[in-house]
Protein backbone atom coordinates (compact mmCIF):
# COMPACT_ATOMS: atom_id res chain seq x y z
CA UNK A 1 0.00 0.00 0.00
CA UNK A 2 1.54 3.28 -1.36
CA UNK A 3 1.06 6.50 1.17
CA UNK A 4 -2.22 7.91 1.12
CA UNK A 5 -3.92 4.62 0.54
CA UNK A 6 -3.48 4.00 -3.07
CA UNK A 7 -2.61 0.48 -3.89
CA UNK A 8 0.83 -0.29 -5.89
CA UNK A 9 0.04 -1.77 -8.95
CA UNK A 10 1.53 -4.72 -9.24
CA UNK A 11 3.46 -5.36 -12.94
CA UNK A 12 4.12 -8.54 -14.40
CA UNK A 13 7.58 -7.69 -16.48
CA UNK A 14 8.38 -10.06 -19.31
CA UNK A 15 10.10 -10.53 -22.51
CA UNK A 16 13.53 -10.09 -23.74
CA UNK A 17 13.82 -6.46 -24.24
CA UNK A 18 12.38 -6.15 -20.53
CA UNK A 19 15.15 -4.84 -18.92
CA UNK A 20 15.64 -1.48 -20.94
CA UNK A 21 12.29 -0.60 -19.15
CA UNK A 22 13.29 -2.53 -15.79
CA UNK A 23 15.32 0.60 -14.69
CA UNK A 24 13.21 3.71 -15.42
CA UNK A 25 9.73 1.85 -14.34
CA UNK A 26 11.51 0.33 -11.12
CA UNK A 27 11.73 3.52 -9.69
CA UNK A 28 8.48 4.48 -9.59
CA UNK A 29 6.63 4.27 -6.08
CA UNK A 30 3.04 3.23 -7.56
CA UNK A 31 4.78 0.53 -9.48
CA UNK A 32 6.37 -3.10 -7.82
CA UNK A 33 7.46 -5.00 -10.57
CA UNK A 34 7.18 -8.76 -10.56
CA UNK A 35 9.71 -11.13 -12.47
CA UNK A 36 8.84 -14.94 -12.84
CA UNK A 37 10.43 -17.41 -10.50
CA UNK A 38 11.57 -20.43 -12.31
CA UNK A 39 10.48 -23.80 -11.27
CA UNK A 40 10.33 -27.41 -13.22
CA UNK A 41 7.27 -26.00 -15.24
CA UNK A 42 9.06 -22.93 -16.52
CA UNK A 43 8.17 -20.02 -14.12
CA UNK A 44 5.26 -19.17 -11.58
CA UNK A 45 4.02 -15.94 -9.49
CA UNK A 46 5.12 -15.45 -6.27
CA UNK A 47 1.27 -13.50 -6.19
CA UNK A 48 -1.30 -12.43 -8.42
CA UNK A 49 -0.35 -9.29 -10.60
CA UNK A 50 -2.35 -6.35 -11.55
CA UNK A 51 -1.29 -6.02 -15.27
CA UNK A 52 1.68 -8.20 -17.34
CA UNK A 53 3.90 -6.35 -19.76
CA UNK A 54 5.96 -7.53 -22.52
CA UNK A 55 8.72 -6.55 -24.12
CA UNK A 56 10.38 -7.48 -27.41
CA UNK A 57 13.06 -6.38 -29.77
CA UNK A 58 11.62 -4.70 -33.38
CA UNK A 59 10.97 -8.29 -34.07
CA UNK A 60 10.67 -11.17 -32.44
CA UNK A 61 9.71 -14.61 -34.03
CA UNK A 62 8.87 -16.30 -30.52
CA UNK A 63 6.30 -13.87 -30.01
CA UNK A 64 3.19 -16.01 -29.78
CA UNK A 65 5.23 -19.17 -27.81
CA UNK A 66 6.08 -15.95 -25.42
CA UNK A 67 2.37 -14.93 -25.11
CA UNK A 68 1.42 -18.20 -24.41
CA UNK A 69 3.94 -19.23 -21.70
CA UNK A 70 2.72 -15.81 -20.31
CA UNK A 71 -0.66 -16.31 -20.42
CA UNK A 72 0.00 -19.34 -17.89
CA UNK A 73 1.83 -17.48 -15.46
CA UNK A 74 -1.03 -15.16 -15.25
CA UNK A 75 -4.41 -14.00 -17.09
CA UNK A 76 -3.88 -9.87 -15.97
CA UNK A 77 -4.83 -7.97 -18.84
CA UNK A 78 -1.78 -7.65 -21.26
CA UNK A 79 0.47 -5.06 -22.75
CA UNK A 80 2.22 -5.68 -25.73
CA UNK A 81 5.43 -3.14 -26.37
CA UNK A 82 8.23 -3.14 -29.11
CA UNK A 83 11.30 -1.20 -29.76
CA UNK A 84 11.58 0.30 -32.75
CA UNK A 85 9.35 -0.52 -36.01
CA UNK A 86 6.42 -2.80 -34.40
CA UNK A 87 6.58 -5.64 -37.30
CA UNK A 88 3.53 -7.17 -36.33
CA UNK A 89 2.89 -6.59 -32.97
CA UNK A 90 -0.14 -4.79 -33.42
CA UNK A 91 -2.09 -7.12 -35.35
CA UNK A 92 -0.51 -10.42 -33.22
CA UNK A 93 -1.77 -7.79 -29.64
CA UNK A 94 -5.28 -8.01 -31.48
CA UNK A 95 -5.02 -11.72 -31.75
CA UNK A 96 -4.02 -12.57 -28.24
CA UNK A 97 -6.27 -10.00 -26.74
CA UNK A 98 -3.90 -7.37 -25.76
CA UNK A 99 -5.51 -4.75 -23.68
CA UNK A 100 -2.68 -1.76 -25.39
CA UNK A 101 0.15 -1.97 -27.90
CA UNK A 102 3.22 0.36 -27.30
CA UNK A 103 6.05 1.27 -29.82
CA UNK A 104 8.83 2.12 -27.87
CA UNK A 105 10.92 4.22 -26.52
CA UNK A 106 7.44 6.55 -25.18
CA UNK A 107 7.64 8.81 -22.03
CA UNK A 108 7.77 6.84 -18.60
CA UNK A 109 4.41 8.84 -17.86
CA UNK A 110 3.05 7.40 -21.02
CA UNK A 111 3.94 4.03 -20.08
CA UNK A 112 2.40 4.53 -16.80
CA UNK A 113 -0.55 5.58 -18.23
CA UNK A 114 -1.13 2.57 -20.33
CA UNK A 115 -0.17 0.39 -17.22
CA UNK A 116 -2.66 2.05 -15.35
CA UNK A 117 -5.45 2.19 -18.08
CA UNK A 118 -5.13 -1.91 -18.46
CA UNK A 119 -5.32 -2.74 -15.14
CA UNK A 120 -8.72 -0.45 -14.71
CA UNK A 121 -10.15 -2.02 -17.63
CA UNK A 122 -10.61 -5.39 -15.24
CA UNK A 123 -10.98 -3.22 -11.91
CA UNK A 124 -14.64 -5.02 -10.37
CA UNK A 125 -15.82 -2.33 -7.55
CA UNK A 126 -18.96 -2.57 -7.00
CA UNK A 127 -19.40 0.55 -5.22
CA UNK A 128 -17.69 2.74 -8.11
CA UNK A 129 -20.51 4.27 -9.94
CA UNK A 130 -19.69 8.16 -10.50
CA UNK A 131 -19.62 9.46 -14.37
CA UNK A 132 -16.16 11.40 -14.41
CA UNK A 133 -16.44 14.32 -17.04
CA UNK A 134 -12.98 15.95 -17.56
CA UNK A 135 -12.60 19.48 -19.38
CA UNK A 136 -9.40 20.32 -21.00
CA UNK A 137 -8.06 22.59 -23.57
CA UNK A 138 -4.45 23.15 -24.64
CA UNK A 139 -4.90 26.91 -24.40
CA UNK A 140 -5.35 29.04 -22.14
CA UNK A 141 -8.48 31.72 -21.91
CA UNK A 142 -10.37 29.18 -23.90
CA UNK A 143 -13.42 29.30 -21.12
CA UNK A 144 -12.55 25.56 -20.04
CA UNK A 145 -12.88 26.77 -16.05
CA UNK A 146 -16.40 28.73 -17.18
CA UNK A 147 -17.71 25.84 -18.86
CA UNK A 148 -16.48 22.99 -16.68
CA UNK A 149 -18.04 24.96 -13.42
CA UNK A 150 -21.42 25.66 -15.11
CA UNK A 151 -21.75 22.05 -16.05
CA UNK A 152 -21.12 20.78 -12.55
CA UNK A 153 -23.74 23.25 -11.32
CA UNK A 154 -26.00 21.70 -14.04
CA UNK A 155 -25.62 18.65 -12.66
CA UNK A 156 -26.22 19.10 -9.07
CA UNK A 157 -29.17 21.13 -10.72
CA UNK A 158 -30.38 18.04 -12.42
CA UNK A 159 -30.60 16.09 -9.22
CA UNK A 160 -27.08 14.41 -9.46
CA UNK A 161 -24.27 14.13 -6.74
CA UNK A 162 -21.92 16.49 -8.26
CA UNK A 163 -18.26 17.00 -7.17
CA UNK A 164 -15.86 19.84 -8.96
CA UNK A 165 -12.62 19.14 -8.49
CA UNK A 166 -9.92 21.40 -9.81
CA UNK A 167 -7.10 19.99 -10.94
CA UNK A 168 -5.56 23.37 -12.37
CA UNK A 169 -2.90 22.94 -9.55
CA UNK A 170 -1.50 26.09 -9.67
CA UNK A 171 -3.97 28.80 -11.04
CA UNK A 172 -6.88 27.37 -10.10
CA UNK A 173 -9.86 29.60 -10.42
CA UNK A 174 -13.01 26.86 -9.80
CA UNK A 175 -13.71 28.60 -6.07
CA UNK A 176 -13.00 32.04 -7.45
CA UNK A 177 -16.07 31.61 -9.95
CA UNK A 178 -18.50 30.05 -7.13
CA UNK A 179 -17.17 32.70 -5.06
CA UNK A 180 -16.53 29.82 -2.45
CA UNK A 181 -14.03 30.81 0.23
CA UNK A 182 -12.35 27.20 0.22
CA UNK A 183 -11.55 26.04 3.73
CA UNK A 184 -9.16 23.65 2.82
CA UNK A 185 -7.95 22.17 -0.96
CA UNK A 186 -6.60 19.18 -2.88
CA UNK A 187 -3.16 20.38 -1.18
CA UNK A 188 -4.43 19.78 2.58
CA UNK A 189 -6.11 16.44 1.24
CA UNK A 190 -3.04 15.45 -0.33
CA UNK A 191 -0.77 16.48 2.69
CA UNK A 192 -2.87 15.15 5.50
CA UNK A 193 -1.98 12.15 7.56
CA UNK A 194 -3.40 8.70 6.94
CA UNK A 195 -5.13 7.26 3.80
CA UNK A 196 -7.61 9.03 1.67
CA UNK A 197 -10.69 7.12 1.17
CA UNK A 198 -14.51 8.73 1.05
CA UNK A 199 -14.50 10.08 4.54
CA UNK A 200 -10.90 11.75 4.00
CA UNK A 201 -12.58 13.20 1.12
CA UNK A 202 -15.32 14.66 2.69
CA UNK A 203 -13.79 16.00 5.23
CA UNK A 204 -11.72 18.27 2.90
CA UNK A 205 -14.59 19.20 0.19
CA UNK A 206 -16.45 22.45 0.87
CA UNK A 207 -20.30 23.20 -0.58
CA UNK A 208 -21.40 26.03 -2.55
CA UNK A 209 -24.45 27.20 -0.49
CA UNK A 210 -26.37 28.60 -3.37
CA UNK A 211 -25.93 25.17 -6.11
CA UNK A 212 -25.26 22.70 -3.34
CA UNK A 213 -22.80 21.62 -5.54
CA UNK A 214 -19.68 20.25 -3.62
CA UNK A 215 -15.99 21.78 -4.32
CA UNK A 216 -12.42 20.16 -3.85
CA UNK A 217 -10.44 23.44 -4.57
CA UNK A 218 -6.72 23.79 -6.16
CA UNK A 219 -3.86 25.06 -4.00
CA UNK A 220 -3.91 28.52 -2.90
CA UNK A 221 -0.37 29.10 -4.22
CA UNK A 222 1.47 27.34 -7.16
CA UNK A 223 3.97 25.95 -5.31
CA UNK A 224 1.68 23.87 -3.23
CA UNK A 225 0.78 22.08 -6.34
CA UNK A 226 4.08 19.79 -5.61
CA UNK A 227 2.32 18.41 -2.63
CA UNK A 228 -0.34 16.59 -4.83
CA UNK A 229 1.60 12.98 -6.50
CA UNK A 230 0.20 10.83 -8.65
CA UNK A 231 -0.36 8.80 -5.85
CA UNK A 232 -3.03 11.53 -4.19
CA UNK A 233 -4.81 12.59 -6.92
CA UNK A 234 -5.74 8.66 -7.89
CA UNK A 235 -6.50 7.89 -3.98
CA UNK A 236 -8.79 11.62 -4.52
CA UNK A 237 -10.15 10.08 -7.51
CA UNK A 238 -11.29 6.44 -6.72
CA UNK A 239 -13.02 7.94 -3.39
CA UNK A 240 -14.78 10.77 -5.55
CA UNK A 241 -16.19 8.26 -8.08
CA UNK A 242 -17.26 5.73 -4.89
CA UNK A 243 -19.22 8.56 -3.24
CA UNK A 244 -20.85 10.99 -5.89
CA UNK A 245 -22.90 10.69 -9.04
CA UNK A 246 -20.74 12.86 -11.21
CA UNK A 247 -17.56 14.12 -10.56
CA UNK A 248 -16.60 16.85 -13.18
CA UNK A 249 -12.92 17.74 -13.39
CA UNK A 250 -11.66 21.42 -14.46
CA UNK A 251 -7.41 20.74 -15.90
CA UNK A 252 -5.16 23.36 -16.19
CA UNK A 253 -3.50 24.06 -19.90
CA UNK A 254 -0.60 21.30 -19.34
CA UNK A 255 0.05 17.80 -19.64
CA UNK A 256 0.98 17.39 -16.72
CA UNK A 257 0.71 14.88 -13.89
CA UNK A 258 -2.80 15.96 -12.76
CA UNK A 259 -3.62 15.74 -16.27
CA UNK A 260 -2.86 12.57 -16.82
CA UNK A 261 -4.67 11.35 -13.79
CA UNK A 262 -7.63 13.09 -14.56
CA UNK A 263 -7.62 10.87 -18.06
CA UNK A 264 -6.94 7.47 -16.44
CA UNK A 265 -10.13 8.13 -14.44
CA UNK A 266 -12.25 9.60 -17.17
CA UNK A 267 -15.45 8.51 -19.01
CA UNK A 268 -15.93 11.60 -21.18
CA UNK A 269 -13.13 14.43 -22.40
CA UNK A 270 -14.93 17.23 -23.43
CA UNK A 271 -12.10 19.36 -25.38
CA UNK A 272 -12.14 22.98 -25.95
CA UNK A 273 -11.53 24.74 -29.07
CA UNK A 274 -11.98 28.18 -29.41
CA UNK A 275 -12.90 29.80 -32.87
CA UNK A 276 -9.24 31.01 -33.94
CA UNK A 277 -6.37 30.14 -35.48
CA UNK A 278 -3.85 29.71 -32.43
CA UNK A 279 -6.58 27.50 -30.60
CA UNK A 280 -7.17 25.30 -33.74
CA UNK A 281 -3.12 24.88 -33.59
CA UNK A 282 -3.29 23.45 -29.80
CA UNK A 283 -6.30 21.77 -30.33
CA UNK A 284 -4.96 19.87 -32.90
CA UNK A 285 -1.52 19.00 -31.20
CA UNK A 286 -3.56 18.35 -28.19
CA UNK A 287 -5.91 15.83 -30.05
CA UNK A 288 -2.80 13.95 -31.28
CA UNK A 289 -0.90 13.74 -27.65
CA UNK A 290 -4.58 12.28 -26.44
CA UNK A 291 -3.96 10.10 -29.14
CA UNK A 292 -0.79 8.79 -28.15
CA UNK A 293 -1.50 8.56 -24.61
CA UNK A 294 -4.04 5.63 -25.69
CA UNK A 295 -7.29 7.65 -24.71
CA UNK A 296 -10.29 5.90 -26.52
CA UNK A 297 -10.94 8.82 -29.41
CA UNK A 298 -14.58 7.92 -29.10
CA UNK A 299 -14.46 9.15 -25.65
CA UNK A 300 -13.46 12.53 -26.53
CA UNK A 301 -15.95 15.12 -27.59
CA UNK A 302 -15.25 18.56 -29.08
CA UNK A 303 -16.78 21.63 -27.40
CA UNK A 304 -16.41 24.70 -30.14
CA UNK A 305 -16.93 27.70 -27.64
CA UNK A 306 -17.57 31.28 -28.39
CA UNK A 307 -19.27 30.16 -31.40
CA UNK A 308 -20.21 33.55 -33.76
CA UNK A 309 -17.37 35.82 -32.21
CA UNK A 310 -16.77 38.56 -34.30
CA UNK A 311 -13.88 37.52 -36.75
CA UNK A 312 -14.30 34.08 -35.57
CA UNK A 313 -13.62 31.06 -37.92
CA UNK A 314 -16.66 28.93 -38.94
CA UNK A 315 -17.74 25.67 -37.47
CA UNK A 316 -16.78 24.11 -41.01
CA UNK A 317 -13.37 25.35 -40.85
CA UNK A 318 -12.85 24.13 -37.33
CA UNK A 319 -13.54 20.63 -38.48
CA UNK A 320 -11.48 20.96 -41.80
CA UNK A 321 -8.71 22.25 -39.21
CA UNK A 322 -9.00 19.27 -36.71
CA UNK A 323 -10.52 16.42 -38.78
CA UNK A 324 -12.64 15.92 -36.36
CA UNK A 325 -16.74 16.96 -35.73
CA UNK A 326 -17.68 18.64 -33.36
CA UNK A 327 -19.90 17.50 -31.02
CA UNK A 328 -20.94 20.40 -29.09
CA UNK A 329 -21.34 24.50 -29.62
CA UNK A 330 -21.54 27.05 -27.09
CA UNK A 331 -22.36 30.34 -28.14
CA UNK A 332 -20.40 33.77 -27.83
CA UNK A 333 -22.91 35.36 -25.07
CA UNK A 334 -22.24 38.41 -23.04
CA UNK A 335 -24.18 36.47 -20.35
CA UNK A 336 -20.70 34.53 -19.81
CA UNK A 337 -18.09 37.24 -18.47
CA UNK A 338 -20.88 38.81 -16.82
CA UNK A 339 -21.33 35.85 -15.05
CA UNK A 340 -17.43 35.50 -14.00
CA UNK A 341 -17.75 38.63 -12.89
CA UNK A 342 -20.14 38.40 -10.78
CA UNK A 343 -19.12 35.13 -9.67
CA UNK A 344 -22.19 33.34 -10.23
CA UNK A 345 -22.15 30.70 -12.64
CA UNK A 346 -24.80 31.21 -15.95
CA UNK A 347 -26.70 27.99 -14.60
CA UNK A 348 -27.57 30.03 -11.78
CA UNK A 349 -27.71 33.99 -13.32
CA UNK A 350 -29.34 33.29 -16.07
CA UNK A 351 -30.06 30.00 -17.45
CA UNK A 352 -32.58 30.78 -20.71
CA UNK A 353 -29.38 32.86 -21.67
CA UNK A 354 -28.49 31.00 -25.14
CA UNK A 355 -25.16 30.03 -23.07
CA UNK A 356 -27.02 28.62 -20.70
CA UNK A 357 -29.54 26.73 -23.11
CA UNK A 358 -26.45 25.12 -25.06
CA UNK A 359 -24.77 24.47 -21.72
CA UNK A 360 -27.97 22.42 -20.19
CA UNK A 361 -28.11 20.39 -23.74
CA UNK A 362 -25.11 19.81 -23.16
CA UNK A 363 -25.12 18.34 -19.78
CA UNK A 364 -28.12 16.17 -20.53
CA UNK A 365 -26.52 14.59 -23.42
CA UNK A 366 -23.01 14.18 -21.50
CA UNK A 367 -24.78 12.96 -18.20
CA UNK A 368 -27.25 10.76 -19.87
CA UNK A 369 -28.08 7.48 -18.11
CA UNK A 370 -26.56 8.40 -15.00
CA UNK A 371 -29.20 7.49 -11.70
CA UNK A 372 -30.65 10.28 -10.68
CA UNK A 373 -29.92 11.02 -7.25
CA UNK A 374 -33.67 12.33 -6.33
CA UNK A 375 -35.70 9.03 -8.26
CA UNK A 376 -37.37 8.44 -5.41
CA UNK A 377 -38.65 11.97 -5.58
CA UNK A 378 -42.33 12.88 -6.28
CA UNK A 379 -42.31 12.89 -10.09
CA UNK A 380 -43.47 16.73 -10.06
CA UNK A 381 -40.57 17.21 -7.94
CA UNK A 382 -37.98 15.67 -10.45
CA UNK A 383 -39.32 17.58 -13.09
CA UNK A 384 -38.17 20.79 -11.48
CA UNK A 385 -34.78 19.65 -10.87
CA UNK A 386 -34.59 18.69 -14.31
CA UNK A 387 -35.37 22.15 -15.66
CA UNK A 388 -32.64 23.31 -13.23
CA UNK A 389 -35.32 25.05 -10.48
CA UNK A 390 -34.28 25.51 -6.95
Known amino acids: MHRNGHSQLRVLLTGSASEQLEGSLGNEPTLSMVRPIADGNGGKLSSPVDVALHV?????????????????????????????????????????????VLVLPQSTETVLFALRKAARSTASDPATKAKVVTVFSPKGGSGKTALATNLAVAAQQSGLRTLLMDLDLQFGDSALTLAVPPRATIADLAGSSGDIDVEKLKAFVCTDPRSSLTLLPAPKRPEEAQIVGQSELAAALNAAR??????????????????????DHTDRLLLICNPEVTSLKNVRIGLETIDRLGFPK????????????????????????????????????????????????????????RFGRSLSALAKSVFAGVQNDNASAPKSERRSLLRGRR
Not at 64 to 87: F, V
Not at 321 to 347: C, G, H, Q, S
Open 56 to 100: VPSSSDDLGDDIRKLRALSQAPLILAAYGEPNGIVETGLQVGAAD
Open 242 to 263: STFSAVVIDTGPLFDAAMLAAL
Open 298 to 353: DRVSIVANRIGAPGAVTRAEIEEALEREIAFELPDDAAVPEAINRATPVMMSDPSS
